[in-house]
């Protein structure tokens, strides 16, 4: 056989001589100049650029306040707090999601429970929250998923019947839009991550964004130790004098990382851009094929396409999803798998016993699952070497 038709992991010559992987951070000379001016200043944490990043943000994700984190993860932690969460307190939420996700309620003493996903966009299912809510019942956690919004409206409607708030985790979701909203202003509170596998990065870093000024001001003390006001703001008062209200955690983002923030948010409307581009691209060169299935969009929504997860046809594929997966890295094709249902990890069985088939379509999704990468720092060349390397292994394994 042709070297360049026999599979890589077979002895054949790779698509790509470069490892590609599924995402990436792209970091341009503005990013450093922005970065070391602050440096080169009098505050490098907890100064001006914190609240400078925050207003960038909120302006743009159409919320009135929003409070910085050091990390998305850290941000959670922050909404499940102000949103009053503690022990004997339930929160629904998706089993296909990082398990941060979770975790953020049982730091709180909170107990997760899973209910399951829709089949098409593999977000929270309304039907399925609706009948895991109880008198415990306190929050819903919906989990943006790859960068397609849960169905908020429904979910927030669902809230209002029960009293409970909505914590959106929409870390794969900056810049994308619901029924014409950009999410950020839609939830009671909206989580976002800047991990550099994001939108935008700021190194490591999070971000609540919210309509409501009291969770605003829990959210603000929770991430610096509970105290109601830092360092810079009682600098400039020239006082001396904080209380300590809460008991919050050091979760501060510096001012390095916001004036990262800052100089990469220039650049969130070509990122997305970018990131719609290599989706169309893949929808275009891939539709069709056989052996696979591409993410659906539903209507009056524009993902923010932080991952781009198809889904294999097992019965039809030879070796499985792990053939397909080991052929296309030896193709130089960084795939991934987002996600393991939580409830399958060891520390969740430990806790809460084996839970197998609670939720059977994040379950059967997770088996087929296979994350193409997804970056704006790809090129379309990126793009197209990509859905040649799966024409190629889809070729090699569909029978
Ligand atoms: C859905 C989801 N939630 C939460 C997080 C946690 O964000 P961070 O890594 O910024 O702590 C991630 C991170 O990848 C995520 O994908």
Known sequence: MNLLKRLAIDGGTPVRRTFLPYGRQKILPEDVREVTRVLRSSWITTGPKISEFENVVAKSVGARHAVAFSSGTAALHGAVFAAGLGPGDEA??????????????LYQGATPVFADVEPDTLTLDPKAVNQVVTRRTKAILPVDYAGHPADLDVLLRLAK?????????????????????????ISHMTVFSFHPVKHITTGEGGLVATNDSHLAGRLRRFRSHGINIDAHARRQKGDWIYDMMDLGYNYRLTDMACAL???????????????????????YDLSGMPGLSLPSVRQDVDPAWHLYPIRLDLDRIRGGRKAVFRALWAEGIGVNVHY??????????????DRRGLCPVAEEAYERLISLPMSHAMTLY??????????????AYVR
Do not use: W
Not at 92 to 105: G, H
Not at 161 to 185: F, K, M, N, T, W
């Open 92 to 105: 629904i939420t998706s089993p296909l999601t990082f398990c941060a996700t979770a975790n953020c309620l």
């Open 161 to 185: 019947r029960h009293g409970l708030v909505v914590i959106e985790d929409a870390c794969h979701a900056l810049g994308a839009r619901y029924h014409q909203r950009p999410v950020g202003g």
């Open 261 to 283: 923030g800052i100089s990469q948010m220039r650049r969130l409307t070509n990122n997305l851009k970018r990131r719609r581009e290599i989706a169309d691209h893949y929808a």
């Open 340 to 353: 393991i249902p939580v409830y399958f990890h060891s520390y969740y069985r430990k806790r809460f016993g």
């Open 382 to 395: 990126d793009a197209r070497d990509v859905s040649r390397a799966v024409r190629k292994v889809m070729a």
